[in-house]
């Protein structure tokens, strides 16, 4: 066993670990942050999916040990990074996710979500391409990813204050709409 510090979701916390355990099976197994999931165990998925110093990285394929005194970000920490910046309710990227029904199972939304903030941190602006680009390591089995894609293009339109388009799946209306009196979704 190794002790390790590591700064995850805001917190430092020392942790015992063998030195051969991934950072995955230390939020895991260690620290109970059951959000990354462990999938293909090979760098194949993207369902373990977390932030390191902002930037995706696959927790399966990163050793615990080489992520000592750099920021973790996980899908327990994106609300709570959200709401210490001074926003209220959900990460807007949890928010669209659950908006425009962007899930099945919920396996791969963790890695997705996280892939797409990180995204959106480092462009705010970004492209139907570029958002594809960003999200292209993250399978899902389920949704087909349109309404992913959507969710993303909706926290971009909504952060630049304009009123997303339709999405195909919604022919003639604009879910997306709010009445000017109508508050954000929590």
Request: aromatic share 4%; charged share 20%.
């Amino acid at each position: 066993m190794r002790v390790q510090e590591l700064q995850v979701n805001g917190d430092r916390l020392e942790v015992a670990a063998p030195a051969h355990w991934t950072l995955l099976e230390v939020l895991r197994y260690r620290l109970g942050l059951t959000g990354s999931k462990q999938g293909c165990d090979k760098g194949d998925c993207g369902a373990c999916t977390v932030l390191l110093e902002g930037a995706p990285i696959l927790a399966c394929l990163t050793l615990a040990a080489r992520c000592a005194g750099q920021r973790i970000t996980t899908i327990e920490g994106l609300m709570p990074a959200h709401l210490a910046a001074g926003g209220v309710g959900p990460d807007p990227v949890q928010a669209a996710f659950d908006r425009c029904g962007a899930l099945q199972c919920g396996f791969c939304q963790p890695g997705m979500m996280l892939s797409a903030r990180a995204l959106l941190n480092a462009k705010p602006n970004p492209t139907r391409t570029e958002i594809r680009a960003a999200l292209s390591g993250n399978l899902c089995r389920c949704t087909g990813y349109t309404q992913i894609i959507q969710a993303v293009e909706l926290c971009v339109a909504e952060a630049c204050g304009s009123a997303p388009e339709s999405p195909a799946w919604a022919p003639g209306q604009n879910p997306w709409k709010r009445e000017p009196d109508e508050k954000a979704p929590r």
